[in-house]
């Protein structure tokens, strides 16, 4: 049991009708850390989680947690887990108290502990003033919280969040960041799914970038920053004439390859104010002019445009 | 405030503490679908309106043109309409499991250390209750547009108790139906025509002596028409008990074959 990782998980296979969301994948998770699970939708992420905090099961392979099999046990695992996702899964005709409280029995709180740690979680929450309204009146934000604090009822060891900031705003975002942090430096083993990599960059130690079901690179984010170049810089030419030239005069530059549509432009560069600026005075010397030009931290599609097609245009900087 | 240390829930040991814990899962989830309803009045409302329009319709409209030898039309109707109320009832267990599967309450639920039946049961139970609601309430009803008990409060309660088991019976029926499909418009559109085939081709509301012979074999030996023949004749008198133990094996022989099927359902449901 010792050795076991939080979460490991060997050659999973899960198959809907003709769809492969699973397709052997493998991961583990350290104890006490967090594994960012990163993917665009249908990658798997969600399968993933499902099967693990047993929802679903596995076609093949093995899933286990603290050192527990899913499918063997999946009491003992359910006693272990708690899970908040996208769908914010409480119930909106309770209160926000009334759910947590009704999660408390569930996991088998005596009924006092049930009481005072639904008290606890809405006051760590920021959720006492609400907590005797119906959660469907609560917003986006509000109610990923109280999902979040459904899952924490029973002070589970690991905790899967699936999605737990999708569709919502900057400010619900960081203050649902700020919780992840606050549950991983009490010990907490987080198992986070995302689309966002600045999400995954913030609060995961390791991530590992899934497509199709399949595993298609793990590491810590300089790991794989460093595949991809830390920055993308994207320029707007006046027309699609003007691209193809300019195209031309920065892979001469020596910026690397550089991909992009139309009129469009786009190149990777590991330091990007130092790389704009050798790009800006290639073109200026040659009389192109960039109609806008900008920089920024990679996006998923960077890192699976880099990850999933290797050995073309941008996937790998010199 | 640490969320670290053991799980504060511990595995329950013995068969004996299982069942304790089923039984408290089920009565958690009762209370929270008993809250659910009281909040959500609408639904009750739509569950008594369309009883009663029936009742209206057929004292008014069509009973002047049904002819039942031996009865007031109004005594062998509400029998009928009391089983007609609790299996459209059991339409809504159905509806509601079918609700929190597509909010993704149900996954919430199925990732905790909970029974596997509590959900099922929860649901099942709360619509118990509102069956009893409902009845009473059309039993009042009934009273109001002329119908009158024949025998005497003891028999009258037995029928009651005869029609509830039966409608709990039913819920399961549609507590599978309701897990089979993924969301709750469609758990109405493939519960209707069933609860409508067996509501009306059978003697809730007209004898089936008058239906094509074809149809009479099915007609006279299905559940609802076994129910409504115990309650008629425990509220109206004659020979009760043979239609009672019918309803009642109907009763157990529903929830020996839909119980295991939906629990089967429930823990098989895999939503992508």
Same mark, same amino acid.
């Given at each position: 049991m010792s050795e076991a990782g939080a979460v490991e998980v060997r050659a999973l @296979?899960?198959?809907? $009708?003709?769809? +492969?969301a699973l397709d052997g994948v493998d991961f583990r998770v350290e104890r006490g850390t967090v594994l960012g699970l990163l993917g665009p939708n249908g990658a798997g992420k969600t399968t993933a989680v499902h099967v693990l905090a047993t929802i679903i099961t596995p076609d093949a392979g093995e899933a286990r947690v603290l050192g527990v099999d899913v499918v063997g046990d999946p009491d003992a695992v359910r006693r272990s887990i708690g899970l908040a996702g996208q769908y914010a899964a409480v119930d909106g005709t309770l209160t926000g108290r009334e759910n947590l409280r009704l999660v408390g029995r569930l996991t088998h709180l005596p009924r006092r502990a049930a009481v005072a740690r639904a008290d606890e979680l809405l006051e760590r929450f920021g959720l006492t003033d609400a907590a005797d309204r119906m959660a469907r009146t609560y917003s986006g934000g509000m109610r990923r919280r109280l999902d979040l604090a459904a899952a924490l009822v029973h002070r589970p060891p690991v905790v899967f969040l699936d999605e737990p900031t999708t569709g919502l705003d900057p400010s619900s975002r960081n203050d649902l960041w700020d919780t992840v942090r606050d549950l991983v430096r009490d010990g907490t083993t987080v198992l986070l799914t995302t689309q966002y990599l600045e999400e995954a960059d913030q609060l995961a130690d390791r991530i590992v970038v899934? #497509?199709?079901? &399949? @595993? @298609?690179?793990?590491?810590t984010?300089?790991?794989?920053?460093? +595949?991809?170049g830390t920055t993308v810089i994207e320029l707007r030419m006046? #027309?699609?004439a003007c691209a193809g030239g300019a195209r031309e005069v920065?892979?001469?530059?020596?910026?690397?390859?550089?991909? $992009?549509?139309? #009129?469009?432009? +786009?190149l990777s560069a590991p330091d990007g104010g &130092?790389?704009?600026l050798q790009a800006m005075r290639a073109l200026d010397a040659r009389g192109l002019e960039p109609a806008s030009a900008a920089v920024h931290e990679p996006s998923l599609d960077d890192v699976f445009l880099a990850l999933t097609t290797p050995g073309e245009p941008g996937a790998v900087p010199a | 405030m640490t969320t670290l240390g053991p799980p504060d829930s511990s595995a329950p040991r013995g068969a004996a503490s299982?069942?304790?814990?089923?039984f408290r899962d089920g009565m958690a989830m009762t209370g929270r679908n008993l809250i659910t309803l009281r909040r959500t009045p609408q639904l009750l409302v739509f569950a008594t309106i369309q009883p009663l329009l029936f009742v209206l319709m057929f004292r008014y409209v069509f009973g002047g043109s049904i002819q039942v030898p031996g009865f007031d039309y109004v005594n062998y109707l509400m029998p009928g309409i009391f089983a007609q109320v609790v299996a459209? $009832?059991? @339409?809504?267990?159905?509806v509601g499991l079918a609700e929190d599967q597509r909010t993704g309450f149900i996954q919430r639920l199925r990732s905790l250390p909970m029974s596997r039946s509590a959900v099922l049961a929860g649901r099942t139970t709360a619509d118990l209750a509102r069956n009893l609601f409902v009845v009473a309430l059309m039993v009042g009803v009934g009273f109001a547009v002329g119908f009158s008990v024949q025998t005497n409060a003891a028999k009258f309660g037995l029928a009651l108790v005869v029609l509830l088991a039966f409608g709990f019976a039913f819920s399961w029926v549609f507590a599978f139906i309701g897990l089979s499909v993924p969301n709750a418009e469609s758990a109405q559109a493939a519960s209707f025509p069933i609860i409508l085939v067996m509501v009306f081709v059978s003697s809730a509301f007209v004898l089936t002596e008058n239906m094509p012979s074809w149809l009479q074999p099915f007609a006279e030996h299905q559940p609802v028409t076994a129910t409504v023949g115990a309650v008629r004749a425990l509220s109206q008198g004659g020979p009760w008990v043979a239609d009672t133990l019918a309803s009642l094996a109907w009763t157990a022989a529903i929830l020996a074959v839909f119980v295991p099927l939906a629990v089967w359902r429930y823990r098989r449901s895999q939503t992508g």
């Open positions: @296979v899960k198959t809907f $009708g003709t769809v +492969r899934i #497509d199709h079901g &399949r @595993v @298609v690179a793990e590491g984010q300089a790991e794989l920053k460093s +595949r991809i006046a #027309d699609v920065l892979e001469a530059a020596g910026l690397g390859p550089v991909t $992009g549509e139309g #009129d469009a432009l +786009r &130092r790389a704009l | 299982r069942v304790a814990w089923a459209f $009832g059991a @339409v809504q267990t159905g």
